[in-house]
């Protein structure tokens, strides 16, 4: 189903034609040659072509908001049955003295040692230093754009498409 009137010949090739004829099945790997050959053999105008393609882009763009929108709504469903399954353990752990066993479930204990620390107060010799480096990509582009040489980095020129 598409969202859009694409021509159905486009929108199958799209939708499934590059997945069964451009995707080699052993790597697994995208031949845009191969692509760009199936949709020049397609019979229509260049601009219908690109019409139908662009729009094509913005169903797929649909799709994965879609996706990503169920996704957080799933990480917080997911987060909530952990917490409850947490605090759940909690509940057994003060509440049981011994082991429990039952026909359909068994609980046991095992010990074990954690460290629990203030590192604001530790010694030195017991903390560790992470440190990262980022490159401070604002500076450059501006360092850059004022023509400045820096060893790598460099500007470069882009073609964004935008599809409205």
């Given at each position: ?61 649909a ?30 752990t ?67 498409i935008?599809?409205?």
């Amino acid at each position: 189903m598409n969202l859009f009137d694409i021509k159905e010949n486009l929108y199958e090739l799209l939708e499934n034609g590059f997945t069964a004829d451009c995707i080699d099945p052993e790597t697994g790997e995208f031949d845009a040659a191969k692509a760009e050959a199936l949709m020049v053999s397609l019979p229509a105008e260049f601009s219908e072509k690109v019409e139908n393609t662009a729009l094509y882009i913005e169903e797929l763009d649909a799709r994965a908001d879609a996706l990503k929108s169920k996704e957080q709504e799933l990480a917080k469903r997911r987060k909530a049955f952990e917490n409850r399954a947490e605090w759940l353990r909690g509940y057994l752990t003060a509440a049981l003295d011994k082991p429990f066993e039952s026909d359909s479930v068994k609980i046991t204990f095992r010990k074990s040692t954690s460290v629990e620390c203030d590192v604001s107060k530790l010694p030195a010799e017991y903390v560790k230093v992470k440190t990262t480096c980022e490159a401070d990509k604002t500076a450059l582009k501006a360092a850059l754009a004022s023509g400045a040489i820096i060893s790598g980095a460099a500007l470069v020129e882009k073609r964004n498409i935008k599809i409205v």
